[in-house]
């Protein structure tokens, strides 16, 4: 892992050792969305002791803090990172793994609140800027919108920054190394239920009703269609029916199966499109086999999009710590979603991913055996520093 002397933060150094010890310790002891009362209260006592102007309590459980920079400004740039942790029990064997049963960090958040929180440090005891910087640190970004009820707590009305910045460790990229999409990022995700009601009996003599399991059959095959065949093969697109339910015996035709799926895109009018096919493709075929059809359609997150100047500052932040060859800006958006989404709807930013490196027995994020990598926290809080740096003019 490349080691520049511009990185402000070094490895090895005091703060260092610091992020190390406030992730492990965060990762010991995971809470999951809105239950992070220990993580809050811990982040919040370290941001006071450093000095700065917290308020707690947005979003439930979020937290954010103002550094106000040595030469005065108004100028307000706000760096966010998640910290809650994931319904999943840990399988590793180190010292810091998981104290509660069922819950981990098997995402990286607890390394995203470190570095942030080492970011905070180094820039209250370096504070030569002009302007403020905002801290926000986020509950709930694991399906339950943490993000979206800070904005609607007033995130940026009590705190009108101009731009808004995120990160996430990328597993499988290098140690060392940055991704900075020029625009969509992550995907949206919505999930929809289709009820589809028959006339249940005897599975012997099954013309005496409606069998629901065979036309949820023909509609899980139509709905294959929608992506290959309805939308622009340009325009990236996932859907899939993720789970099949109904029925309780060998010899009983149900009276009813529920078919549940989610849907990504990058495009609004891609997703508005997949919402239009399910409606269409669930009624018309229930309808030509005697059944009926309900559907619920939720929009989850939206897609997560950098703009274009924002992503061009959050690239060359990157490029004054690394090599160009260790910022990437052709890797392929992911279909993951990230409800950093809702922050890019209010404000301009750019969210980067930054490489957690390759670990024995890889399988990426949301696994058992996932931890984030310590030697990774240096580079990313410098990152948040170089970024002050270039837009605060310090």
């Known amino acids: ?28 002891h995971p809470e999951t969305a809105y239950e992070e009362v220990r993580t809050s209260e811990r982040i919040a006592q370290l941001l006071t002791s450093f000095g700065l102007d917290v308020t707690c309590g947005l979003g439930r459980t979020g937290v954010v803090a103002v550094l106000q920079g040595e030469r005065g400004g108004d ?23 998981s104290c509660r049963d069922g819950k981990m960090h098997a995402c990286g958040h607890d390394g995203h609140t470190a570095m942030l929180l080492g970011a905070a440090k180094h820039l209250a005891e370096n504070p030569t800027f002009t302007g403020k910087v905002c801290f926000i640190f986020q509950p709930a970004e694991e399906g339950k919108a943490g ?59 099954p013309h005496l009703g409606v069998d629901p399991v065979v036309v949820a059959a023909q509609v899980i095959i139509a709905l294959q269609t929608a992506v290959s065949r309805q939308t622009d093969p340009l325009k990236s697109a996932v859907l899939s029916v993720t789970t099949m339910r109904g ?21 609004p009018e891609v997703k508005h499109q997949l919402e239009r096919l399910i409606q269409k493709q669930a009624h018309h075929i229930c309808e030509a086999f005697g059944a009926k059809a309900t559907v619920t359609y939720r929009a989850g997150y ?4 950098n703009t274009a100047q924002e992503a061009t500052v959050a690239e060359t932040a990157c490029l ?5 060859d260790q910022v990437l800006t052709d890797m392929p958006p992911s279909m993951g979603a990230e409800d950093f989404a809702f922050m890019l709807q209010e404000r301009p930013g ?23 990598n310590d030697d990774v926290l240096a580079l990313g809080a410098s990152y948040w520093v170089a970024l002050i740096d270039q837009l605060l003019s310090r």
Request: a negative charge; hydrophobic letters at 40%.
């Open 147 to 205: 993000a979206r009820a800070m904005i609607r707590d007033g995130l940026f009305e009590r705190f009108p920054a101009t731009q808004v910045f995120g990160m996430h460790n990328w597993p499988g990229l290098a140690a060392g190394a940055f991704a900075v999409h020029s625009g969509a990022v992550m995907a949206s995700t919505d999930s929809f239920d289709i009820v589809i009601e028959g006339q249940g009996g005897h599975a012997a003599m």
């Open 320 to 324: 004054s710590l690394v090599s160009p």
């Open 350 to 372: 750019a969210y980067i991913w930054i490489g957690n490196g390759d670990q024995e027995g890889f399988r990426g994020l949301h696994n058992p055996y996932y931890d984030f």
């Open 247 to 267: 029925g309780e015996a060998y010899n009983v035709i149900p009276e009813s199966v529920t078919l549940t799926g989610t849907c990504r895109s990058f495009c």
């Open 302 to 305: 939206p897609a997560t999009v």
């Open 75 to 97: 100028e307000m740039i706000a760096l966010r990172a998640d910290m809650d942790a994931l319904d999943l029990c840990e399988l590793n064997e180190f010292e810091h793994r």
């Open 1 to 28: 892992m490349d080691t520049q002397q511009s990185w402000a933060i070094k490895q090895g150094s005091a703060l260092h050792q610091e992020m190390i010890s406030w992730r492990r310790d965060i990762h010991r």
